[in-house]
């Protein structure tokens, strides 16, 4: 069984409903951390060495957060800006995180509909995310399609019960070394949706 860490942060989850959905579907699962960095880290003094210790243990990691300005968070930015060290994550010496498994797991005020080409936001997800896949592949990670969770602002209760449902299948799946190849995990978001 993988060990799962899941660095989510929402500076507002007071008043999410899309990823505390997200959230209550994995706690509790074996093997399965979840970080809330604001939580941790009100004031953005993040522990490296903390975090660093907790990407060590962990086989696959996931940034979960919602989409903001078609990016993550400010927390989310410095964890990364002073977690993932040269030396320790990518540079001379840098192999601490070689050969773990990471994807973004996002929730949009846009629908999935609006993030191609021809929606109002132009680009996909993929090509918007592409910062997070360089700097997984610079710390030599493999990187692995997002989970998107799209129009958060009029979802119903059922389809965000539904899509929690998918969130905590896939975690499962990640923990227990089903879906870690491109193909499969794209054949995994395409089914019932
Ligand atoms: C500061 C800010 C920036 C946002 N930027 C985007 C964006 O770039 N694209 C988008 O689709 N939604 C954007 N949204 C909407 C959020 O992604 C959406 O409210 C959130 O995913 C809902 O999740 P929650 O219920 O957990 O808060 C933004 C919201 C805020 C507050």
Same mark, same amino acid.
């Given at each position: @069984?993988?060990?799962?860490?899941?660095?989510?942060?929402?500076?507002?989850?007071?008043?999410?409903?899309?990823?505390?959905?997200?959230?209550?579907?994995?706690?509790?699962?074996?093997?399965?951390?979840?970080? =809330?960095?604001?939580?941790?880290?009100?004031?953005?003094?993040?522990?490296?060495?903390?975090?660093?210790?907790?990407?060590?243990? #962990? =086989?696959?990691?996931?940034?979960? +957060?919602?989409?903001?300005?078609?990016?993550?968070?400010?927390?989310?930015?410095?964890?990364? *800006? $002073?977690?993932?060290?040269?030396?320790?994550?990518?540079?001379?010496?840098?192999?601490?995180?070689?050969?773990? %498994? $990471?994807?973004?797991?996002? /929730?949009?005020?846009?629908? #999935?509909?609006?993030?191609?080409? *021809?929606?109002?936001?132009?680009?996909?997800?993929?090509?918007?995310?592409?910062?997070?896949?360089? /700097?997984?592949?610079?710390?030599? @990670?493999?990187?692995?399609?997002?989970?998107?969770?799209?129009?958060?602002?009029? $979802?119903?209760?059922?389809?965000?019960?539904?899509?929690? *449902?998918? %969130?905590? =299948?896939?975690?499962?799946?990640?923990?227990?070394?089903?879906?870690?190849?491109? #193909?499969?995990?794209? +054949?995994?978001?395409?089914?019932? *949706?």
């Amino acid at each position: @069984m993988r060990k799962v860490l899941v660095l989510f942060a929402h500076p507002k989850f007071e008043h999410s409903e899309a990823n505390l959905a997200l959230v209550l579907a994995i706690s509790n699962l074996e093997n399965v951390e979840v970080r =809330d960095l604001y939580e941790l880290y009100p004031e953005f003094n993040i522990s490296i060495q903390a975090e660093q210790e907790a990407l060590f243990e #962990a =086989d696959v990691i996931i940034w979960q +957060h919602p989409f903001y300005w078609y990016s993550c968070p400010p927390l989310m930015k410095q964890w990364i *800006d $002073i977690v993932l060290e040269f030396g320790w994550a990518y540079g001379p010496g840098g192999v601490y995180l070689k050969n773990k %498994y $990471i994807l973004n797991a996002i /929730t949009s005020g846009g629908t #999935a509909e609006t993030y191609g080409p *021809d929606g109002k936001n132009r680009f996909t997800l993929r090509e918007l995310l592409q910062p997070f896949e360089q /700097t997984a592949k610079l710390c030599h @990670m493999n990187y692995l399609p997002v989970f998107h969770v799209g129009g958060t602002h009029q $979802i119903s209760a059922e389809k965000l019960k539904s899509s929690a *449902d998918k %969130y905590r =299948d896939l975690v499962i799946q990640l923990r227990d070394s089903v879906l870690l190849d491109e #193909a499969s995990l794209q +054949h995994f978001y395409s089914k019932n *949706d």
